[in-house]
């Protein structure tokens, strides 16, 4: 393999050089992103990222810790610290990077975010990869047509999101450059815009869930 590279100067524009994302990626690789904003993890999260790393045949998954996502109310958040060991109770083996980049490098949207990984780490192939559930709302990210012309982007099926996600606004208006599942493992190298939908066994836990589940019975 390649040797790994070290961080290089970020081409992002009022961005200082020399910030640090904390991992090494070889060129060659094939890399899936996996943001969010994992409040909290859950198995349903492992099953994606297990997913699409086995059925994309990538090297590695770097779960993006978001430190807020801007369309989520930062008081039903918990804190960053937090929701990265959590993450890393559910990111499992070696091919698995759990990671605060976004907080390290000061961004909020993950346009900026996709931008700064390809000019820091020039060769490798990344995909984004996201829930049939975050493809209902993609049409809401700033920068969504842009961030579909930078990345191939993976979809992997969430319970309840079939049929929104593959009529959404962002699946119409990406339908052209929809990939068959059948030829994932090759979607890191294609030239965007290109996506795919991987059907998979559904999980039916969900982080809002889970917090119901947590907060304080009253009454």
Do not use: C
């Not at 060991?85 to 909020?108: C, F, K, L, Q, T």
């Not at 993950?110 to 390809?118: A, E, M, S």
């Amino acid at each position: 393999m390649a040797r790994e590279i070290t961080a290089r100067r970020s081409a992002a524009p009022g961005r200082p050089a020399g910030r640090r994302p904390g991992f090494f990626l070889a060129p060659g690789m094939t890399v899936g992103l996996y943001g969010g904003s994992f409040n909290p993890a859950h198995e349903g999260h492992a099953h994606v990222a297990e997913t699409a790393r086995l059925r994309l045949g990538l090297d590695r998954v770097i779960w993006l810790v978001s430190p807020q996502n801007p369309l989520k109310d930062s008081i039903q958040t918990a804190g960053l610290p937090e929701r990265v060991a959590g993450v890393r109770r559910w990111a499992n083996g070696p091919s698995m990077i759990v990671s605060d980049v976004e907080a390290r490098i000061g961004v909020r949207y993950t346009i900026d975010t996709v931008r700064w990984l390809k000019a820091r780490f020039p060769g490798v192939n990344f995909v984004w990869i996201m829930g049939g559930d975050s493809l209902a709302g993609f049409h809401r990210w700033r920068g969504w047509t842009a961030l579909a012309r930078e990345v191939p982007i993976a979809v992997v099926s969430r319970p309840g999101s079939t049929l929104s996600g593959r009529t959404s606004p962002a699946a119409q208006r990406f339908a052209d450059f929809r990939r068959p599942a059948e030829a994932a493992k090759g979607l890191a190298r294609q030239a965007p815009p290109a996506w795919t939908w991987l059907p998979a066994p559904f999980h039916f836990v969900s982080s809002t869930a889970l917090r119901a589940a947590a907060r304080p019975k009253t009454g």
